[in-house]
């Protein structure tokens, strides 16, 4: 049974801070990882992906991963009270078409 | 920018009915999916499709669900016969092909799917 792991919050950080997202899965074949960002009532939004262990950055935000011990990360630079919402880690195997998804990470950014 | 449409937005629907979902994907993506979300639960995979069959399917997707492409736009998914436990936001998503990977998927807004 494919698990990935997340720790259901609410996570609170102050305006203009780093908010830390962590996401573990258990299986070792997995090859994709995948943040959304899912306000309440709404589609999950790709935020960004990362298939290379070590760091991938796209404006406020990077994605971490190391596969060795199947944990990977999202870091929201100068959190924004817009940031608010549910972090969905998402993860795929090697020649699988499929997404398993955590149940998410609610984050708080507070003015 | 592109984006995945669903129809209708919020369906009611009798125990025991048929229900169509309906999705338009990104015109030049391959890879369609329906996912669905039980209120306050993670999202779940349901199946996955290209070139007009079925890739993949979780054990979710028994022989009361199906999809169809029934033209170049429209990706369904019809329920046979409805049970409450169907409740959900019902997603759809598509990827583009990159290579011999697929990718990212990009979510529709969803449907709303209530069985009373």
């Known amino acids: 049974q494919k698990e990935v792991e997340q720790n259901s919050g609410p996570l609170s950080v102050p305006e203009g801070a780093i908010a830390s997202l962590n996401c573990t899965y258990s299986d070792r074949g997995s090859q994709s990882f995948f943040w959304y960002r899912q306000y309440s009532g709404k589609s999950p939004e790709l935020i960004m992906f990362i298939y290379s262990n070590g760091d991938k950055e796209d404006g406020r935000f990077t994605a971490q991963l190391n596969k060795a011990s199947q944990y990977v990360s999202l870091l929201i630079r100068d959190s924004q009270p817009s940031d608010s919402a549910t972090y969905l880690c998402?993860?795929?195997?090697?020649?699988?078409?499929?997404?398993?998804f955590g149940k998410g990470t609610k984050l708080s950014v507070i003015p | 920018e592109p984006e995945v449409t669903q129809t209708p937005s919020h369906q009611v629907t009798q125990m025991g009915q048929e229900v169509i979902l309906r999705c338009v994907p990104i015109?030049?993506?391959?890879?369609f999916y329906w996912y669905r979300q039980i209120l306050g639960q993670k999202v779940e995979f349901l199946v996955s499709?290209?070139?007009?069959?079925?890739?993949?399917k979780s054990e979710i997707f028994d022989d009361q669900f199906s999809v169809e492409r029934p033209d170049g736009s429209n990706f369904t998914l019809k329920i046979r016969s409805t049970k409450l436990e169907d409740s959900a936001m019902y997603f759809c998503a598509s990827s583009p092909l990159r290579g011999r990977m697929n990718t990212e998927a990009f979510f529709g807004q969803g449907t709303r799917l209530t069985v009373v």
């Open positions: 998402a993860v795929k195997n090697a020649g699988s078409y499929q997404l398993t």
């Open positions: 015109s030049n993506h391959l890879y």
């Open positions: 499709f290209y070139n007009n069959e079925i890739s993949e």
